[in-house]
């Protein structure tokens, strides 16, 4: 299914086009048009709508469940403190698997017709078009979804009235990510921190793109070896 010499036509719907563009697909997804109107990616409105999330509907959807399965551990008995512990724990299990899943699964190399269109899908449509507002943060459909498999990970390897309060800590941790992700693009921080957190995420998107892949933190670039060397990002970023 893959064209030999095909272009992508920006004034059509993109997923099932970029397929098409088999070992030249990562070539072209990590040449980053810098606009805030996004492409369309379906014909259809319906899966189109799927794919637009606006920021503030993260905290708004998952901070409750956050609350409520705060909420579980401690009808179980936890007090207050040992709350905080694993909340706490959870939010920097949750740092590691940002990490773990930008670097390992986001930025894997794709070249058959399918293998392109998952992983625009996923997350080349990021890298493509950066500053598309709408597709910063991670639809709550898909969300949901993958909160299954994550529960009974967790549920592995805790105890069943520990496993709320993890789950919740590794959900607000997610939260904060988005939520971050989102202010990193299109925010003007003031302070000094943020400002290098800004600075460190846009390198990733517009110097170098192997390398810088915290989001909510630089820490585990630090850890691994992948953490950008110091340079100015471009002005056009801001």
Known sequence: ?????FT?????????????????????VHQPIVSKEGPRFFKSDFWEFLTRTAWWAIPTIWLP??????????????????????VVFGIFVWTLLEYTLHRFLFHIK?????????HYLLHGCHHKHPMDSLRLVFP??????????FWNLIKLFATPSTT????????????????????LHHGQPSGQMARNL????????FRIQTLGFGITSSLWDRVF????PPSKVAEKTR
């Open 164 to 183: 709320p309060a993890l789950v919740g800590g590794g959900l607000l941790g997610y939260v904060m990510y988005d939520v971050t992700h989102h202010y």
């Open 65 to 86: 469940v956050v609350c409520w399965f705060i909420s579980m551990s401690y009808r179980m008995g936890h007090t207050p403190s040992e709350l905080s512990l694993m």
């Open 110 to 118: 794709t070249s058959s017709y399918w293998g392109n269109t998952i």
């Open 225 to 228: 070896g992948t953490f950008p």
């Open 1 to 5: 299914m893959v064209a030999h010499g």
């Open 198 to 205: 800004k600075k460190y995420h846009l390198s990733h998107h």
């Open 8 to 28: 992508v036509d920006l004034n059509k719907p993109l997923v099932f086009q970029v397929g098409h563009l088999g070992e030249d697909y990562q070539e072209w």
């Open 140 to 149: 709550p459909a898909a969300t949901a979804i993958l909160l299954f498999p």
